[in-house]
């Protein structure tokens, strides 16, 4: 499709959505009319229904004249006839006497007078029912003249109606050909700009292969100089030295200016502590009872001896911080790996958090006897109850940091204890605990002040016990204030804390302690040589030593690989022996256990031969007999004993021996079988920690492996993110285009219809003109041929 057949088409689109306008406000025109020409003849018609009404009750009011009036008529009539009679009565008996002639006259008086009421009430109803039969029919003439008049003009707006509505379907038609022709161009376009999203997707494909080829070659360059290329000096050979990390001094200056402040920061924390603990302990002798006056509970008494030893348990924070940030100088290396003195303070923390542990219970205890109290309201008591909670998250939060704190301390104890991205974490986990402590804190000194202002409306407050409390609320303030600067300290120089500021080059290991000394022995040379550098060039290692001096290093790590071994094999020696010296002791054990048995059975038997011979002598066979019958009893106890089964119990395992006939007695097997037996269970157990130490082993080095897919997954998830925001902007930006275009092509439309409009109203303008004019040519016409 060209763009002048693309134009022509939009062309006429316009003139016909134009006219299609104008044709719909005229039919809104009409619609109200006819709407309007329905209602007035509704109002005729229910005026004529109405007219219909009341003449059919006239006309009923006229029947029921006209019935009225026969009657009367007949009436009358019998009055006429009764009246000629009499009259011809009267003429034929005037001799009779007069009384009863006067009586008739009367009647016939009333009669006449009543006989005109009527005619004359006849004549003004007939003239009433005329004049409104004429009134009903002039009025039944004008509606029906109005009625007709108004369904011709009915029937033309129906026509003018029918006649729109047909040119509409037909302009209706012709424009969903062209929006179906529209929307197939549409189609088309989308078709256009899906292929153009594919391809630049298809760019956006071969880019990240090339970049993440270009990654891989820089990556490899760069491990192959990193690997290869460790001690080149390419303009002087004789000034090579061992790769290690260079000393960073903005780093350590930081680092002590750092620990400056959290100095500073944690002799505040000590201070809030100590009189926190302080001012509780005094408030414990005050309330609920005084300790001046009567005597208080066993739980407050040893709940005050172990706050009176608090400063034990905080002083020592201060003191191994001290320490730790005067072992931090800029003559140092300060990482994990060699802060030896964190180990301290993660003790001291820890032996603090074990205090917290310890009075934790006694106050609850002394909150429940607060509560306990007659004079202690419903609200004091829910106070109480929230500083519990408190008590108990504070305490909580505590053991968490205590926790993080060790784990931060352990690389300086041993090495390979944590790689970085734990570091990391546990550094980012440390920052949220101490604003957690914050909150916690900051919740206790609310409800400690809420609990203090409940106290002051009690009737047995004292000022003793008013002053304490406001100290104590003070220490909480400060406390506050201490966990708040240490919270936003923290996290402030987070960044400084999980970068690593030391590391070997070509390594992602984490310094340690001996090449921390590599690094200041290099330091220092390094300062010696640049101050002696005027006067004599000073010794240095060269390339060739170097690389000799590298495969020494390899070689003693290989040897170090046997020594290993060695030491496994020495390991599994001592192992053996270790089970060879238990099953010594066990037999030394049975050899003694054996030998006091014999040591018995030999005395009972001389008890016996001694009481034998101290008898008569002719009881001495009898003694004999009785002796040999003993010894009889003794082999017959002992042979359903050793046919009976024996259970032999211990440390390591349980024994059941059921020795046969042919053994019965036979010591030296039932000892056999035991021997073998722990035997086979210690080496049960050492083949147990040997597939143990196996196990943890391979899951020590899956740990590493999936660590390294993590941060490999990682970075392919950076890079795909990335790849995804570059396409969602190019599909924003198509987007916007096509939004564009079909905004233009709207305006366009919206233009052409006005235009259309315009063109239809000068033309209706035309049309009207012509046809007054050919109105007034035939009008002159007429005048000429009349003339």
Known sequence: MTMANVTDLQTKYSKLAQEYSKLRAQNQVLKKGVVDEQANSASFKEQLK???????KQEQEMDSLSFR???LAKRVELLQEELAVSEAKGKKGKSKVDSPSQHGLETQSVFDEDLQKKIEENERLHIQFYEADEQHRRQEAELMTRLQELEKESEQHQ???DGL????????GRLQSDKARLEVKAQTLEREAKECRMRT?????????????????????SSVIQEKVPFNDTKFGDYNSLNVPPHNRRHQLKARDLSGQALSFIQDLVAALLNFHSYTEQRVHIYPLDSSIELISPLNQKFSQYLHENAAYVRPLEDSCLQLHQSITEDTVTVLETVVKLKSFADNFSSYTHFLQKILPYQLKSLEEECDTPLCTAALTAKNQELQRDMKRVTSVFEKLQSYIYLLALPSVRQDAMPQSSTSAVFTQLAACLHSLHDAIKEMSKHYNQKAGLEQDLPTITQKLCTTTECLLGSLGSLTSSTGKIATFFSNNLDFFTSSGYSPRGSTVPLNPLQAESMLANKKKASAYI???????PQSVPYKEALSNRRILTSSTESREGLTQQVHQSQEKIARLEQEKEHWLLEAQLGKVRLEKENQRIADLETQLAAALQGSPHSQPAAASTLAQSHEEVEKEQKPAGRETTLCTSLVGMLCTTPTVEHMGDEESREQLIKTHYMARVGELTTQLQISDSKAVHFHSECRALAKRLAIAEKSRETLSEGVKLANQNITRLQDELATTKRSYEDQLSMMSDHLCSMNETLSKQREEIDTLKLGSKGNAKKNKGR
Not at 531 to 537: L, S, T, V
């Open 50 to 56: 109405q007219r219909d009404q009341s003449l059919r």
């Open 69 to 71: 009036n026969q009657q």
């Open 159 to 161: 026509a003018v109606v």
């Open 165 to 172: 509505t047909a040119k509409y379907m037909e302009t209706i």
């Open 201 to 221: 997707e298809e760019c956006q494909q071969q880019l990240r292969r090339c970049q993440s080829e270009l990654n891989r070659q820089v990556k490899q360059s």
């Open 531 to 537: 101050h002696a550098i005027k006067k004599a060039r």
